[in-house]
């Protein structure tokens, strides 16, 4: 296919990959991220020193479980906290979701 063939020609130029995933669109789950194809390599740049632990951690939680467990695993964590600074100030805690 075309667009996969553009996508892996300017896919190194990029510092940050948004992937969807189909089956959680189809399961009409939204956002539909495949969250362990996406991310940055910019991480540090973006997120205070404090926070980027906590970032990592939430990453790691959320690859080890599968697409849609994922999603709705970050889906509530959204849903009950009112910002991300409280999203991984609990992380930070040690507590999952």
């Known amino acids: 296919r075309m667009d996969e063939l553009i996508f892996q020609e300017f896919k190194g130029t990029g510092n940050m990959e948004l992937v969807l995933?189909?089956?959680?669109?189809?399961k009409r789950i939204f956002?539909?991220?495949?969250?362990?194809?996406?991310?940055?390599r910019k991480e540090e740049?973006?997120?205070p020193p404090q926070q980027?632990?906590?970032?990592?951690?939430?990453r790691r939680m959320l690859v080890e479980l599968n697409p849609v467990e994922a999603m709705e695993t970050l889906i509530?964590?959204?849903?009950?906290?009112?910002t991300n600074d409280e999203v991984l100030a609990y992380l930070a805690r040690g507590y999952v979701a």
């Open 21 to 26: 995933d189909r089956k959680l669109a189809d």
């Open 31 to 40: 956002p539909a991220i495949d969250i362990p194809k996406s991310g940055t």
């Open 52 to 58: 980027i632990e906590a970032v990592r951690k939430l």
């Open 76 to 82: 509530a964590l959204v849903r009950k906290y009112r």
């Open 45 to 47: 740049k973006l997120f």
